[in-house]
């Protein structure tokens, strides 16, 4: 066994990580930027090494760094994570070359389903069903996909996959360069802008197009496996909750696959989703010209391969519109152990499938590394993940069977973020004053920050995880919600705290509609109950339908001069919706002269300036790019008019309520 590791991350997960070390006997090594000196895991650490400025680019993702940090510190190996480098086939490269050991799969299984595109010809040629998709090379992807698309062979791409259609990240996953795409002319410009923000958080600009299935559930498999050629899965995770094709909420078991034990059903209510209609699924999938699988195959009784053409894939349905739960979790099971064999993979890993509403499940992505959502396996399993990677990494083999394994009671996770919900999730920066963390049994809360730390615009705002555990789904939502009232976070921030209550209590989440349209479909109006009575009508008197990730309104201002403040996820009195407040004189002057000033609502980084002085512009048109906490915003004009002056240029850094732009009418 090790005797010193090294943690190439930050936050949360590397205070998860510091921890287990500590109950192995392992010294832990903490890595840490010029922003995070005085960070949680920095604190907790045996010892933590400075590695470069705030910016991911010149610390985080710092190869070079990392790599001295640990010789200097005398580690034995590397634990990434996840986000950052811990899906960077160079980076386990460098760490094996360096001599140490990479806590993760080989460089060489990490190439092949780090890249989304190549793990989709993997898992085709694998028998497991796939989403139809465009990943490069040309004509609709029947050449070579080393070969970089153009915006027309992504045109080309779209128009035969069919609208909607869905831009990601060829490397790296958490919702980072990832768009959905509903008309031809959104497409160059939605490419253009998952690539940027692609190239930010992961270092790889690739992107590929899939087919976007409406309404589907997000349903991921937990894999482990030793060197030894063990390969075991952990059953599943539901992760449908999302927002910005991001997860928030997550649960295991699914409410869609019933209960593991008596095959009952998980829902709470009576009602079932509109869409899970009487009958059977046939699982007769159709293919394309270019050989991809578009459907589900049809099963034999082992749920093997058939041979002739159709793959492992999807369950039924039975007449009366319940869930024939252990089959398809089986089958799902089967085909996510053989995704992991297929690659030769190694340590712990998640592939992850959409799942329609009959039940026909397809290959999503395999992330090569640990998921944030992993504590819920860890409470229905009694399996230490983290503890198991740092012993598989150490030469183990594994130390217990698939037989072995079983889901006991239900495990709820609610990620806590420092943003704010009634603005279209828009990011909130600040300095936690006090914080109270929910305690009682059965409860769990990995936090990243504590009382006294900063949210900073340089990284993610997760703030922490909660996570409860019951005997049933129905207790684990009541537990859930008792936290989460619990949970006090005083400061200059707003959270998502009441946004998360209101989504488990939410009569839909209690009956499982849990899709990913979830958030769209029933809470899309959502508000804070506290500021309801306050902030009376001031929808009316701004204009905060457009979502500020694809139309910055979250930058807008000189829209009127109401104080709209309030009260959001126990926080302290706060600027409601994100938006920077105009100074008085600076507001008055700005109209007297006919014109509009769009500030910045939070610190960020100028990634480019889109327009010149004298420019005519349309209506949402993109004026600036900005980059915070690792998300890319654009800075639209609020309507048409003219630039009267630029007044930052690419590479500035600006401040809260710094202004960037004065435009005429």
Same mark, same amino acid.
């Given at each position: 066994?090790?005797?010193?590791?090294?943690?190439?991350?930050?936050?949360?997960?590397?205070?998860?990580?510091?921890?287990?070390?500590?109950?192995?006997?392992?010294?832990?090594?903490?890595?840490?930027?010029?922003?995070?000196?005085?960070?949680?895991?920095?604190?907790?650490?045996?010892?933590?090494?400075?590695?470069?400025?705030?910016?991911?680019?010149?610390?985080?993702?710092?190869?070079?760094?990392?790599?001295?940090?640990?010789?200097?510190?005398?580690?034995?190996?590397?634990?990434?994570?996840?986000?950052?480098?811990?899906?960077?086939?160079?980076?386990?490269?460098?760490?094996?070359?360096?001599?140490?050991?990479?806590?993760?799969?080989?460089?060489?299984?990490?190439?092949?389903?780090?890249?989304?595109?190549?793990?989709?010809?993997?898992?085709?040629?694998?028998?497991?069903?796939?989403?139809?998709?465009?990943?490069?090379?040309?004509?609709?992807?029947?050449?070579?996909?080393?070969?970089? !698309?153009?915006?027309?062979?992504?045109?080309?791409?779209?128009?035969?996959?069919?609208? !909607?259609?869905?831009?990601?990240?060829?490397? #790296?996953?958490?919702?980072?360069?990832?768009?959905?795409?509903?008309?031809?002319?959104?497409?160059?410009?939605?490419?253009?802008?998952?690539?940027?923000?692609?190239?930010?958080?992961?270092?790889?600009?690739?992107?590929?197009?899939?087919?976007?299935?409406?309404?589907?559930?997000?349903?991921?498999?937990?894999?482990?496996?030793?060197?030894?050629?063990?390969?075991?899965?952990?059953?599943?995770?539901?992760?449908?909750?999302?927002?910005?094709?991001?997860?928030?909420?997550?649960?295991?078991?699914? !409410?869609?696959?019933?209960?593991?034990?008596?095959?009952?059903?998980?829902?709470?209510?009576?009602?079932?989703?509109?869409?899970?209609?009487?009958?059977?699924?046939?699982?007769?999938?159709?293919?394309?010209?270019?050989?991809?699988?578009? #459907?589900?195959?049809?099963?034999?009784?082992?749920?093997?391969?058939?041979?002739? #053409?159709?793959?492992?894939?999807?369950?039924?349905?039975?007449?009366?519109?319940?869930?024939?739960?252990?089959?398809?979790?089986?089958?799902?099971?089967?085909?996510?152990?053989?995704?992991?064999?297929?690659?030769?993979?190694?340590?712990?890993?998640?592939?992850?499938?959409?799942?329609?509403?009959?039940?026909?499940?397809?290959?999503?992505?395999?992330?090569?590394?640990?998921?944030?959502?992993?504590?819920?396996?860890?409470?229905?399993?009694?399996?230490?993940?983290?503890?198991?990677?740092?012993?598989?990494?150490?030469?183990?083999?594994?130390?217990?069977?698939?037989?072995?394994?079983?889901?006991?009671?239900?495990?709820?996770?609610?990620?806590?973020?420092?943003?704010?919900?009634?603005?279209?999730?828009?990011?909130?920066?600040?300095?936690?004053?006090?914080?109270?963390?929910?305690?009682?049994?059965?409860?769990?809360?990995?936090?990243?920050?504590?009382?006294?730390?900063?949210?900073?615009?340089?990284?993610?705002?997760?703030?922490?995880?909660?996570?409860?555990?019951?005997?049933?789904?129905?207790?684990?939502?009541?537990?859930?919600?008792?936290?989460?009232?619990?949970?006090?976070?005083?400061?200059?921030?707003?959270?998502?705290?009441?946004?998360?209550?209101?989504?488990?209590?939410?009569?839909?989440?209690?009956?499982?509609?849990?899709?990913?349209?979830?958030?769209?479909?029933?809470?899309?109006?959502?508000?804070?109950?506290?500021?309801?009575?306050?902030?009376?009508?001031?929808?009316?008197?701004?204009?905060?339908?457009?979502?500020?990730?694809?139309?910055?309104?979250?930058?807008?201002?000189?829209?009127?001069?109401?104080?709209?403040?309030?009260?959001?996820?126990?926080?302290?009195?706060?600027?409601?919706?994100?938006?920077?407040?105009?100074?008085?004189?600076?507001?008055?002057?700005?109209?007297?002269?006919?014109?509009?000033?769009?500030?910045?609502?939070?610190?960020?980084?100028?990634?480019?300036?889109?327009?010149?002085?004298?420019?005519?512009?349309?209506?949402?048109?993109?004026?600036?790019?900005?980059?915070?906490?690792?998300?890319?915003?654009?800075?639209?004009?609020?309507?048409?008019?003219?630039?009267?002056?630029?007044?930052?240029?690419?590479?500035?850094?600006?401040?809260?309520?710094?202004?960037?732009?004065?435009?005429?009418?």
């Amino acid at each position: 066994m090790f005797t010193t590791l090294l943690i190439a991350n930050r936050g949360e997960i590397a205070v998860r990580i510091i921890r287990a070390c500590k109950e192995m006997g392992i010294r832990a090594v903490a890595v840490y930027s010029e922003a995070d000196a005085k960070a949680m895991h920095v604190r907790l650490a045996d010892e933590a090494v400075l590695i470069g400025p705030p910016a991911p680019r010149e610390s985080y993702l710092k190869i070079d760094r990392i790599i001295e940090a640990a010789q200097k510190s005398k580690a034995e190996a590397i634990h990434p994570g996840y986000g950052f480098l811990s899906e960077n086939a160079d980076f386990a490269g460098a760490v094996k070359a360096a001599g140490l050991v990479f806590v993760g799969p080989s460089p060489e299984a990490i190439r092949k389903m780090g890249s989304k595109t190549e793990a989709r010809v993997i898992m085709q040629a694998a028998g497991v069903p796939i989403v139809p998709g465009y990943q490069g090379g040309g004509d609709s992807g029947r050449g070579d996909s080393r070969i970089a !698309p153009t915006d027309a062979d992504f045109a080309k791409a779209a128009n035969d996959i069919g609208y !909607p259609v869905l831009v990601k990240a060829a490397a #790296g996953g958490g919702g980072k360069g990832m768009r959905v795409v509903r008309s031809s002319d959104e497409l160059a410009e939605a490419v253009a802008a998952a690539k940027r923000e692609a190239a930010n958080a992961f270092g790889d600009d690739s992107v590929f197009l899939e087919k976007y299935v409406e309404s589907p559930r997000h349903i991921e498999f937990q894999v482990l496996a030793d060197s030894f050629g063990n390969t075991i899965h952990l059953f599943e995770r539901e992760c449908s909750i999302q927002r910005r094709h991001q997860k928030i909420i997550e649960e295991t078991p699914s !409410p869609f696959l019933g209960d593991p034990m008596v095959g009952a059903d998980l829902r709470v209510g009576p009602d079932l989703h509109a869409a899970q209609a009487q009958g059977k699924h046939t699982g007769r999938g159709e293919h394309t010209g270019r050989g991809e699988h578009i #459907g589900s195959g049809e099963h034999t009784g082992s749920g093997e391969h058939t041979g002739s #053409g159709e793959h492992i894939g999807s369950g039924e349905h039975i007449g009366s519109g319940e869930h024939i739960g252990s089959p398809l979790r089986e089958k799902m099971g089967a085909a996510a152990v053989a995704a992991a064999r297929a690659v030769g993979y190694v340590n712990a890993g998640t592939v992850e499938f959409i799942v329609d509403p009959l039940g026909g499940f397809y290959f999503l992505e395999m992330n090569t590394r640990l998921q944030v959502e992993h504590p819920i396996t860890e409470m229905v399993t009694g399996v230490d993940l983290v503890k198991a990677q740092i012993r598989i990494a150490a030469g183990e083999r594994l130390w217990f069977t698939q037989a072995d394994l079983s889901q006991r009671g239900h495990a709820i996770e609610c990620r806590v973020y420092a943003e704010d919900p009634a603005n279209n999730f828009f990011p909130s920066i600040g300095k936690i004053e006090s914080a109270l963390e929910p305690i009682r049994p059965g409860l769990r809360v990995d936090a990243g920050v504590t009382e006294g730390d900063e949210v900073t615009i340089h990284y993610d705002p997760m703030i922490a995880k909660v996570v409860a555990h019951a005997e049933t789904r129905a207790e684990a939502i009541r537990k859930m919600d008792a936290a989460l009232t619990d949970y006090k976070l005083i400061g200059d921030l707003t959270t998502n705290i009441s946004f998360l209550r209101a989504a488990i209590t939410h009569p839909a989440f209690g009956r499982g509609e849990t899709t990913t349209d979830f958030i769209e479909q029933y809470m899309k109006d959502w508000q804070p109950p506290q500021q309801r009575e306050e902030i009376g009508d001031w929808r009316s008197e701004i204009d905060v339908q457009a979502d500020p990730w694809e139309r910055a309104d979250g930058f807008r201002l000189g829209m009127g001069g109401k104080d709209l403040t309030g009260f959001s996820g126990g926080l302290r009195r706060r600027n409601l919706s994100g938006l920077a407040r105009v100074k008085q004189k600076r507001r008055q002057a700005s109209h007297a002269r006919g014109n509009e000033t769009l500030e910045a609502a939070m610190p960020g980084l100028v990634r480019g300036v889109l327009v010149k002085e004298g420019d005519t512009v349309e209506r949402g048109q993109a004026l600036v790019l900005l980059e915070a906490m690792k998300m890319e915003i654009r800075v639209a004009a609020p309507h048409e008019g003219k630039v009267v002056k630029v007044l930052v240029a690419a590479g500035e850094t600006v401040d809260r309520g710094q202004r960037l732009i004065e435009l005429g009418h």
